[in-house]
């Protein structure tokens, strides 16, 4: 059976997601932080990572991102997981004046928690926020975690549905020394750096364009080495074995001042 290593407590967003993906035949790993998930997976104490990198209202997990820049992992495969916050706790709406759970879940509720004049005291994970407002014990604490989270730490949901947009999904990556093969449905993913001068970024822009290639996503972030310099992570469709797409990658890279292929994978379906 697979070990997957996945950032938080039981009942944690990215464990739920997991599951779908292996179709639940997994043993699941909780660690505290996402490089101790990579890190487990590299050292090859778990078979594979999970590692969210995007959600449909928060926008990128920008410490995913920077992991993935030295990560030695290879992205595998993809999964749209569709969130579902409640709010958790032991007294009634009315009582609850301070909310505990992720930066990102709180940012995903933010319009339910002004509503309700609530205070926010961000947590490392939302399953986590659960064991906390457990251990408190207070009527006037809650967290905003999953349905699948309170049931595990047995807390009462207060409130069902909460987000600022019903249509809220995260988007995680699945990493593993492995490589997944052509499927004729595939993404790749790859971050590469460019020198600070005009049109430097539009010569790499202009490959996907004279390939034909469908380009799905860019975005940058700071290298954190020299300032006001970035390294561009970037998403299109096709694998990196096909001819024509390896061909583009050689051109890419005679462009860039460092290119990294992340991986092929499967392009998953929102669902």
């Known amino acids: ?52 990198v995007e959600n449909s209202l928060e926008g990128s997990v920008g410490e995913s991102y920077d992991l993935l820049y030295s990560t030695d992992l290879n992205a595998i495969g993809e999964i749209y997981h569709r969130i579902e916050h409640c709010l958790i706790g032991i007294g009634r709406l009315g009582e609850v004046d301070t909310v505990y759970s992720h930066p990102q879940a709180l940012g995903q509720c933010r319009k339910f928690i002004e509503e309700h004049g609530m205070k926010t005291i961000p947590s490392y994970d939302t399953a986590g926020s659960v064991k906390i407002v457990k251990e408190l014990n207070k009527r006037n604490c809650a967290s905003i975690a999953s349905k699948n989270a309170a ?46 001068e005009p049109g430097s970024l539009f010569r790499i822009i202009e490959n996907f364009h004279k390939n034909n290639v469908n380009l799905t996503k860019i975005e940058s972030r700071p290298t954190k080495t020299n300032t006001w310099e970035y390294n561009f992570y970037v998403d299109f469709e096709g694998h990196k074995e096909d001819s024509k797409i390896s061909e583009m990658l050689e051109k890419i890279k005679h462009d860039t001042l460092f290119m990294k292929v992340l991986g092929s994978y499967p392009s998953a379906k929102l669902g």
């Open 1 to 52: 059976m697979t070990n997957v290593s996945f950032q938080g407590e039981r009942g944690a967003y990215s464990e739920a997601a997991a599951r779908i993906f292996f179709n639940n035949e997994i043993d699941t790993v909780p660690f505290a932080t996402f490089a101790e998930v990579l890190e487990n997976t590299s050292s090859d104490k778990t078979e594979c990572a999970i590692l969210p």
């Open 151 to 196: 049931e595990i730490y047995e807390m009462p949901i207060i409130s069902s549905n909460i987000t600022n947009n019903l249509n809220n999904y995260t988007r995680f990556l699945i990493l593993s020394k492995t490589n997944s093969p052509i499927t004729g449905n595939d993404k790749t993913s790859i971050i590469f750096s460019i020198k600070h």
